[in-house]
């Protein structure tokens, strides 16, 4: 199939590119990579009657590293994100967790903002934001707000974003909390390397100068209409020095009471339930083990 009649701008400007959305409202859709949208127009899943594509603003697409964290803008490629040194130096979690995104040639054209924007519950970025406490940044023509990744995606592909808001950039926190030692691991379960994941998780953990754990976040995919955040599992952890039965009860605890997924095609409820158990314990596990000295 081919996609619907539409309308097509290629704005050099945010300030452009944010009036053409104001303009045409709900008829409108920002195209970024294209990797999930296009598609979806080929099937006539996505009709907009206008598309404005981002691709020529130059200033949307940078990796700024700083003592306040990072910042990435949107537009950013998803390789680029793959090979930056400062990604590696600042955020090893992203770093990790990159050649899990789909196949090389779709990360070419994929871009962060996209991603995150499209809000795929099975994709891999939403979940690393959660577990890196990320702040997505978002501007219209009324003005700029940021929003943190807890609170931005709302259910399936739905998140906060407001019509005619566009991602802007991505902010992620430095490490904070002197004498603290971080590890963190990303682990995924897909049929085929490069597919979406049956489920998978993201874990940022901190310890402490006594070896105990000052902070744990473990963020799951593929197991609900959103990434989630293991709350209760990852609070079960504060306070405690690892240790594998430890591990195991937070692992469980995710798997049991913090996620309810469904069954479909590729798996049945049971064993997304199953995923999330042991791929949560293998992140702890890998998480805590870089953290030592």
């Given at each position: 199939?081919?996609?619907?009649?539409?309308?097509?701008?290629?704005?050099?400007?945010?300030?452009?590119?944010?009036?053409?959305?104001?303009?045409?409202?709900?008829?409108?859709?920002?195209?970024?990579?294209?990797?999930?949208?296009?598609?979806?127009?080929?099937?006539r899943l996505a009709m907009p009657a206008v598309l404005v594509d981002l691709n020529a603003i130059s200033d949307m697409a940078f990796i700024t590293a700083a003592k306040g964290g990072l910042r990435i803008g949107a537009m950013t490629r998803h390789a680029a994100v793959e090979r930056s040194d400062a990604v590696r130096r600042s955020a090893p979690l992203l770093?990790?967790?990159?050649?899990?995104?789909?196949?090389?040639?779709?990360?070419?054209?994929?871009?962060?903002?996209?991603?995150?924007?499209?809000?795929?519950?099975?994709?891999?970025?939403?979940?690393?934001?959660?577990?890196?406490?990320?702040?997505?940044?978002?501007?219209?023509?009324?003005?700029?707000?940021?929003?943190?990744?807890?609170?931005?995606?709302?259910?399936?592909?739905?998140?906060?974003?407001?019509?005619?808001?566009?991602?802007?950039?991505?902010?992620?926190?430095?490490?904070?909390?002197?004498?603290?030692?971080?590890?963190?691991?990303?682990?995924?379960?897909?049929?085929?390397?490069?597919?979406?994941?049956?489920?998978?998780?993201?874990?940022?953990?901190?310890?402490?100068?006594?070896?105990?754990?000052?902070?744990?976040?473990?963020?799951?995919?593929?197991?609900?209409?959103?990434?989630?955040?293991?709350?209760?599992?990852?609070?079960?952890?504060?306070?405690?020095?690892?240790?594998?039965?430890?591990?195991?009860?937070?692992?469980?605890?995710?798997?049991?009471?913090?996620?309810?997924?469904?069954?479909?095609?590729?798996?049945?409820?049971?064993?997304?339930?199953?995923?999330?158990?042991?791929?949560?314990?293998?992140?702890?596990?890998?998480?805590?083990?870089?953290?030592?000295?």
């Amino acid at each position: 199939m081919k996609p619907a009649p539409f309308k097509y701008f290629r704005p050099r400007t945010r300030d452009e590119a944010l009036s053409l959305l104001a303009e045409h409202g709900t008829d409108a859709k920002p195209l970024a990579g294209g990797q999930s949208l296009i598609p979806a127009m080929n099937f006539r899943l996505a009709m907009p009657a206008v598309l404005v594509d981002l691709n020529a603003i130059s200033d949307m697409a940078f990796i700024t590293a700083a003592k306040g964290g990072l910042r990435i803008g949107a537009m950013t490629r998803h390789a680029a994100v793959e090979r930056s040194d400062a990604v590696r130096r600042s955020a090893p979690l992203l770093h990790e967790a990159m050649p899990f995104v789909a196949h090389a040639a779709i990360r070419t054209r994929g871009t962060l903002g996209g991603s995150l924007a499209h809000a795929d519950p099975a994709a891999e970025l939403p979940a690393v934001m959660l577990a890196l406490n990320a702040t997505i940044g978002v501007e219209s023509p009324s003005g700029a707000r940021e929003i943190p990744a807890s609170d931005f995606f709302l259910g399936l592909f739905s998140t906060a974003l407001q019509p005619g808001e566009l991602v802007n950039e991505i902010s992620i926190p430095a490490p904070a909390g002197d004498g603290l030692r971080w590890g963190c691991s990303f682990q995924e379960f897909s049929r085929r390397h490069g597919d979406f994941g049956l489920a998978g998780v993201a874990v940022s953990i901190a310890l402490d100068a006594r070896g105990q754990c000052a902070s744990v976040r473990i963020a799951l995919i593929g197991v609900a209409d959103r990434p989630m955040l293991a709350a209760a599992a990852s609070q079960s952890l504060v306070g405690t020095a690892p240790a594998p039965d430890t591990i195991r009860a937070a692992a469980e605890l995710a798997a049991t009471t913090e996620i309810d997924p469904s069954s479909d095609i590729h798996a049945s409820s049971d064993y997304r339930r199953h995923l999330a158990r042991v791929l949560t314990r293998r992140a702890l596990d890998r998480a805590f083990e870089r953290a030592k000295p």
